[in-house]
């Protein structure tokens, strides 16, 4: 990945990073998958009004809303909620990392170079690490359901490579139409129809600020910048950025929650960012200098440059805002 697109992955994974314990300080008592749902209304509007849908196929869409944003904080809240600490919770919903590169290989034929499977070993090392110098005891049920949450990530990644959507932020704002409604269904049947109302005697200031925080910077920035990164580059070349989320977590959850780190997740986190040095750090094995020339330089909203010749809208004309611009990065000669 070029300067920019290495710069946008480090800001996604800070910024998910802190979604943790942003999460945790403001569910309090709020029905989890209705908080859920309120989050992905946010996302939608106004958002859907304003960007036009991606040019891929409604099950795309529809897959990628399914696995991606329903099935992974689906889980994921329900998990926390069910008593996985906010730390450990950004530590454990990573083994997408390991799962998305094996899926990618088996279903899109993404063989990941030595060099990434090695970083992405020391990371899987460094999450073993973590774990066990957590000390304590995490429910089972929680830990199973963070896992699950990770396994949805992982397809869902997989999803959106595949789909070669290049508008990010489009795909995330669409994929989204899935979520609100089924949750919301969902926590009525499980909690019962006193959940409304229970949802907003509860929902405060510290779950509206959660709200925009989850919302606006861990779904719209986020996952509009790491959907468009999927598609630029190798599943093996994106993903393991998301390995510094942990630190992350962890570090906040401890400066702001009191989730004191212990030695061994001290080291097990310098197991991880060594992992994500190792696994991004350019080898010899990349393209030659002819190659990078030869391969078009592709613009998100504009069109494509080649020999002199002008190509067509690799986005279909679905971008060209300036937020879309800001977040997308478009590249120029």
Do not use: K
């Not at 946008?8 to 800070?14: F, I, P």
């Not at 279903?107 to 090695?118: A, I, K």
């Not at 959660?210 to 630029?232: P, Q």
């Amino acid at each position: 990945m070029n300067r920019r697109d290495t710069l946008l992955a480090a800001l996604v994974a800070t910024i998910w990073g802190f979604n943790f314990v942003v999460i945790d300080w403001g569910m309090g008592e709020v029905p989890p998958l209705l908080f859920l749902a309120i989050r992905f209304l946010a996302v939608l509007v106004p958002a859907i009004f304003l960007i036009p849908r991606p040019r891929v196929p409604w099950r795309t869409i529809l897959a990628v809303g399914a696995f991606m944003s329903l099935g992974q904080f689906g889980f994921l809240y329900v998990s926390m909620h069910a008593g996985m600490p906010a730390g450990l919770a950004g530590l454990v919903l990573q083994t997408q990392v390991v799962l998305t590169i094996v899926i990618a290989a088996l279903v899109l034929g993404e063989r990941p170079t030595r060099r990434q499977s090695l970083g992405v070993l020391l990371g899987a090392v460094g999450l073993g690490v973590v774990a066990v110098g957590r000390g304590g005891h995490v429910p089972l049920l929680a830990l199973g359901l963070c896992l699950i949450a990770a396994l949805m990530w992982a397809i869902g990644n997989v999803v959106s490579r595949a789909s070669g959507a290049t508008g990010g932020l489009a795909l995330t704002v669409w994929s989204a139409l899935v979520v609100p409604v089924p949750l919301a269904l969902l926590s009525v049947l499980l909690d019962g129809p006193g959940v409304l109302a229970e949802a907003a005697a509860a929902f405060d200031g510290h779950a509206a600020v959660s709200t925009l925080y989850t919302a606006v910077l861990a779904s719209l920035v986020g996952y509009g910048i790491f959907n468009g990164l999927l598609a630029r580059h190798p599943s093996a070349a994106v993903v393991p950025w998301v390995l510094l989320v942990p630190p992350v977590s962890m570090g906040s959850a401890w400066l702001l929650l009191g989730e004191r780190p212990s030695v061994g997740e001290l080291v097990g986190g310098a197991v991880l960012v060594l992992g994500v040095l190792v696994a991004l750090r350019p080898g010899a094995a990349g393209r030659s200098r002819a190659e990078r020339a030869s391969a078009p330089r592709l613009g998100v909203g504009r069109a494509a440059v080649e020999g002199g010749q002008r190509g067509p809208d690799p986005a279909g004309g679905e971008v060209g805002g300036p937020l879309l611009d800001l977040l997308e990065g478009a590249e120029r000669r």
